[in-house]
């Protein structure tokens, strides 16, 4: 690849490869939360990025702990840009079998990983919110924490976008 022109603090996008990766934004949070919505609500956990060009493409990874939603009912997680739900469908959904198990009174409380990836196409170069969302089939479910509801259980949440030049 021939080198086009440098800019300010580096290339210009205008001479990157499609495909190249033009930025990277990233979002944590620690707080976990105990729900009982059956309709998707907002974890806390988001970003904001702004598409250099209306052909670029936004790939979102999530990463976050998952307690277990009680009475067997399953806990679905999704991405929104803005008010829009992206959609993850049910490869996302049902994590009933993370559940607790123990021997006698002594329960074993369990928080399994979740991860979730999506590749985007806004065809926008406004600032775009990225956000986290969850909802139950029933009962309760954690997010970013165990079902005991211990602050010990809670880890780092990561949301990251990466855009990928069109």
């Known amino acids: 690849m021939a080198l086009t022109k440098v800019i300010g603090d580096g290339l210009a996008t205008s001479g990157l490869p499609t495909g190249s990766v033009l930025q990277v934004v990233q979002g944590t949070l620690i707080t ?47 991405f929104y840009r803005g008010s829009t739900n992206l959609d993850l469908s049910s490869p996302r959904t049902g994590f009933a079998n993370v559940g607790h198990s123990g021997i006698g009174s002594t329960a074993t409380y369990f928080m399994r990983q979740i991860s979730l990836t999506l590749l985007d196409s806004p065809s926008s170069t406004s600032e775009l919110t990225y956000a986290v969302y969850c909802k139950v089939s029933g009962g309760t479910g954690y997010w970013n924490m165990n079902e005991n509801g211990d602050a010990d259980s809670r880890q780092t949440a990561i949301i990251t976008a990466m855009e990928i030049g069109g």
Do not use: C, E, Q, V
């Open 32 to 78: 976990g939360i105990s729900f009982t919505d059956t309709s998707y609500r907002a974890t806390g956990l988001n970003l904001t990025i702004t598409p250099s060009s209306t052909s670029s493409k936004i790939l979102l990874n999530t990463s976050f702990g998952s307690g277990y939603p009680t009475s067997n009912h399953g806990i679905t997680y999704t």
